[in-house]
């Protein structure tokens, strides 16, 4: 008998140069950054966003920082608050793994805004400029989850679903080598959804058509962003109920309400919000100063 489950069992390391090591997750994160900056610059064109090409540089400088730091912050701050208390230097520990989504908005949001008032732009109008491309990088970074073999699904028989390495138990492997254990199917009954590629075609690829095109025409101020975090806490909700909880965390409340989804709850509401006033006050949008510079 051979397992019917592919095994998710990549290297971590793509490029191996001795001083050294390039990392897949590293690349998935440089792959999202560069498209990201290619896409806002060809959007810079249009009038009615408040950048010219020119500038996108400069703010794509400013949001790394800030989904860096914000994103490692946050999943400190969510997820392993206990690990920091053991190890006060385990923040910067990169190389360990461990980035939070909603930290890295907040920490995006702080330098959008610190940009923003650095070119004299309103916060909400470069808001939604990002907005565009966030889920596109978001698809990219899951896919970096799944190729280092982390935050994997819930167990599964679907024909689909895979088996997740680090998933596994040495009593779950039953005295065998783990390629022997998958070969004889032995570790069939423990494949789990690859949650992170349901992640990647929801909030990653689907809402950034979504938002890409709604974004193609001038909205009013603030649209852009309350569509897309409306629509991140919808598929993010969703793909929630096929990701399985962080072990040390479970389920939050009701046996099967998770962080994630506590955590989208606000951004859902936040949305709403945003877009209602933002159609509330359609005329601002056609009397905001052109702030566009070529320095």
Known sequence: MSS???????????????????????????????????????RAH??????????????????????????????????ALDR???????????????????????????AVALFSRHIGVRFLKMGDFVAQVVPLGLAFGRIGNFIGGEL?????DASWAMIFPGSLTRQDLGGMSLQQAWET?????????????????????????????????????????????????VFRWIAEFFREPDAHLGFIAFDWLTMGQLLSLPMFVAGIALLFYAYRHDADHDNLPDNRSET
């Open 84 to 110: 920091w208390f053991a190890d006060p230097l385990f923040p910067i520990w990169l190389q360990q793994g461990g980035m939070s989504f909603h930290g890295g908005l907040v920490g995006s949001m702080v």
């Open 4 to 42: 019917r489950h592919f095994l998710v069992d990549f290297d971590p390391v793509a490029l191996d140069l001795g001083l050294f090591q390039i990392h897949w997750y590293g690349i998935s994160y440089l792959l999202a950054f560069a498209t990201c900056w290619w896409l806002l610059r060809q």
């Open 185 to 233: 199917g032995a570790l069939d009954h423990l494949a789990r959804h690859p949650s992170q590629l349901y992640q990647a075609a929801l909030e990653g690829f689907a809402l950034f058509v979504i938002v890409w095109l709604f974004a193609r025409r001038p909205r009013p101020t603030g649209a852009v962003g309350g569509l897309f975090l409306a629509g991140y806490a």
């Open 152 to 156: 994997w699904g819930r167990t599964s």
């Open 46 to 79: 249009a009038e009615h966003w408040p950048v010219s090409p020119v500038q996108v540089g400069d703010l794509m400088f400013w949001g790394v920082i800030g989904v860096v730091v914000g994103g490692r912050m946050g999943y400190v701050l969510f997820y």
